[in-house]
């Protein structure tokens, strides 16, 4: 059984959700128990994403003085 968040929002429409790093992983590894083929892209969307939120953390964190 699906659980549609709102029945208003459209299928590519874009939401924004913050996670713990433990929590993505949790969800990480329940999507990698569906069929890779309904899974993959949105697997490596999330990675993408929070690969390029790491990495500017870690650089705000090795320059703070640039980012604020």
Known sequence: RRH???ATVTPMQN?????SLDDCNLVLEALGQQPYVRVYA???RLQEQARRQVAAREQAQQDPEAHG
């Open 4 to 6: 549609p968040v709102n």
């Open 15 to 19: 939401i924004k959700l913050e996670l």
């Open 42 to 44: 949105l697997i490596a």
